[in-house]
């Protein structure tokens, strides 16, 4: 059992008027620079499209797009000053309920084991000619992918350690706490993001890297649920006996975790300990994929766009 919350708003009748459907819309136009490729993009109907625009801005009181004139197609859509400015108050609103919701549901119901999550963020992108976790991935910073496949309610916290002040600035904006720090190894990054839980004293604790954007929120829900159910084994994600990436470990290995070789990690420690590992198989070998280069990116950004997710949900107003 665990919490879920969905986020809409509602007109001065009670009706639904915006929420996560005409979000990704209005991302996709921005992204796109079309109204028409958006909608395509999320399966929808051109008039779908239309219509919850023209809904949204009749409530709103402003525009939400406005034409271009020119370039390659003759023109297209791009976002009004006020609706980036919406967007990102509605984010953060969602996103604060989603925080909520999980603190009410830990406070009155939870009474089994805990699961924290450290989100390892300190990559420095040499490979990739930059910080990757910032590069825009469909309409957002590659980060978002982490953040938003790790949203289940299952996690007692989530801490982003990062070597990137804009890292840091941007998980504030969500209400993530973050670890900014110098040092060089990953064996640190493990390290400091348990130092960050130790006043929790989670009984388990998910180490999961924020550079596979095909990661799944419900592959995550299927590892946290594995390990709540039996919380003595270490759990690793795999893919038709292929390992990777995220892993969960009980609290008895933090004392080895914290004492990692340099930039070793978790995959260190399960390695002394074959016997106690439990596979958790994904739902494709995609979502075990990190980028490295601008190669990767390329190549996953287009597999991301092919699975999206329809849109015939009922977060669509």
């Given at each position: 059992m665990y919490p879920t919350t969905r986020v809409f708003l509602r007109d001065d009748n009670g009706d639904k008027f915006f929420g996560e459907g005409p979000c990704r819309l209005l991302k996709g136009i921005e992204r796109t620079g079309s109204l028409r490729a958006a909608a395509q993009e999320m399966d929808m109907a051109y008039t779908k499209a239309m219509y919850l625009l023209k809904r949204a801005e009749e409530v709103l009181g402003f525009p939400l797009t406005e034409r271009?004139?020119?370039?390659?197609?003759?023109?297209?859509?791009?976002?009004?000053?006020?609706?980036?400015?919406?967007?990102?108050?509605?984010?953060?609103?969602?996103?604060?309920?989603?925080?909520?919701?999980?603190?009410?549901?830990?406070?009155?119901?939870?009474?089994?084991?805990?699961?924290?999550?450290?989100?390892?963020?300190?990559?420095?992108?040499?490979?990739?000619?930059?910080?990757?976790?910032?590069?825009?991935?469909?309409?957002?910073?590659?980060?978002?992918?982490?953040?938003?496949?790790?949203?289940?309610?299952?996690?007692?916290?989530?801490?982003?350690?990062?070597?990137?002040?804009?890292?840091?600035t941007l998980c504030g904006e969500l209400g993530i706490p973050t670890v900014l720090h110098s040092f060089p190894y990953r064996s640190d990054t493990v390290r400091l993001g348990l130092e960050a839980l130790e006043k929790d004293s989670p009984d388990g604790c998910?180490?999961?890297?924020?550079?596979?954007?095909?990661?799944?929120?419900?592959?995550?829900?299927?590892?946290?649920?594995?390990?709540?159910?039996?919380?003595?084994?270490?759990?690793?994600?795999?893919f038709d006996g292929t390992p990777g990436n995220p892993l969960i470990f009980p609290k008895k290995y933090y004392p080895e975790l914290k004492k990692l070789p340099q930039d070793k990690g978790g995959a260190y420690v399960a390695g002394l300990h074959p016997g106690q590992v439990r596979y958790v198989e994904a739902s494709s070998p995609w979502e075990l994929k990190d980028i490295d280069t601008r190669e990767d990116f390329e190549t996953l950004e287009k597999q991301y766009l092919i699975t999206l997710p329809s849109p015939q949900s009922p977060d669509l107003p």
């Open positions: 271009t004139i020119g370039g390659k197609g003759g023109g297209g859509s791009r976002l009004t000053s006020q609706a980036k400015d919406f967007i990102r108050k509605y984010e953060a609103y969602r996103d604060a309920c989603y925080q909520a919701n999980r603190e009410f549901y830990r406070q009155i119901f939870e009474n089994g084991p805990s699961l924290a999550c450290v989100l390892m963020a300190s990559g420095l992108g040499q490979r990739f000619g930059g910080n990757k976790l910032l590069a825009d991935f469909c309409g957002r910073p590659l980060i978002h992918s982490a953040l938003s496949a790790t949203d289940t309610g299952l996690f007692t916290r989530r801490v982003v350690v990062t070597r990137h002040a804009e890292i840091t998910m180490f999961c890297a924020c550079d596979q954007p095909l990661l799944s929120r419900k592959t995550i829900e299927k590892m946290a649920q594995a390990f709540l159910e039996q919380p003595e084994f270490i759990y690793r994600l795999s």
